[in-house]
């Protein structure tokens, strides 16, 4: 089983501040696999990025991802109010779905 | 609009059961595969089930198998998931959540959720 790890546990940012969150495999992830996710409190995650890199319909441009392999990146360039939330990674092999423990991202 | 609303958790002893039930629309359910996915309260996502849009392919969490069956009734659009043996570490809100228009390797809409508290 491909093991998640999401870093840092929790990020403190200021709106208009760029965010780099980071997701690490145990072992290699084809990045077709690869998606990002956002939860605000008491509700259901929101597909963010799909495919590593792809934004999901109605996604800002603000959000983006990148890797390959082990390591993949969700940026968000400019904080907005409305981005401070928990951010998980997910991945998909052998008809299996992990995802990381998740980042939380909160106002500082 | 496409919508899931799950139904069916409530409190339940250790040892028992209870069926969730999600209700699609929408969209057709049969089109799209679906999983379950479970978060216990404060923690993150924990993935439980999968089957394919036919409903001939089902595949099951290690933490799940044996006890979880997860079905469905694309005549009714709703998805099932039949819970045994029940566990505290079930507890959970479970959602459902569809399988991506772009693609089977990550999920484009969820239900809002329903909790299953399982305890004596």
């Known amino acids: 089983e491909i093991v998640l790890t999401q870093s840092p546990g929790t990020l403190s940012l200021s709106p208009g501040e760029r965010a780099t969150l980071s997701c690490r495999a145990s072992?290699?992830?084809?990045?077709?696999?690869l998606a990002w996710y956002q939860q605000k409190p008491g509700q259901a995650p929101r597909l963010l990025i799909y495919g590593a890199s792809s934004r999901a319909t109605g996604i800002p441009d603000r959000f983006s991802g990148s890797g390959s392999g082990t390591d993949f990146t969700l940026t968000i360039s400019r904080l907005e109010p409305e981005d401070f939330a928990v951010y998980y990674c997910q991945q998909y092999g052998s008809s299996q779905y992990t995802f990381g423990q998740g980042t939380k991202l909160e106002i500082k | 609009e496409v919508q899931l609303l799950e139904s069916g958790g409530g409190l339940v002893q250790p040892g028992g059961s209870l069926r969730l039930s999600c209700a699609a629309s929408?969209?057709?359910?049969?089109?799209?595969?679906v999983s379950w996915v479970r978060q216990a309260p404060g923690k993150g996502l924990d993935w439980v089930s999968v089957?394919?849009?036919?409903?001939?392919?089902?595949y099951y969490a290690d933490s799940v198998k044996g006890r979880f069956t997860i079905s469905r009734d694309n005549s009714k659009n709703t998805l099932y998931l039949q819970m045994n043996s029940l566990r505290a570490e079930d507890t959970a809100v479970y959602y459902c959540?569809?399988?991506?228009?772009?693609?089977?390797?990550?999920?484009?809409?969820w239900g809002q959720g329903t909790l299953v508290t399982v305890s004596s």
């Open positions: 089957i394919s849009a036919s409903g001939g392919s089902t």
């Open positions: 072992q290699s992830v084809s990045s077709s696999y």
């Open positions: 929408g969209f057709t359910l049969s089109s799209y595969g």
């Open positions: 959540a569809k399988r991506a228009a772009v693609g089977p390797y990550y999920f484009d809409y």
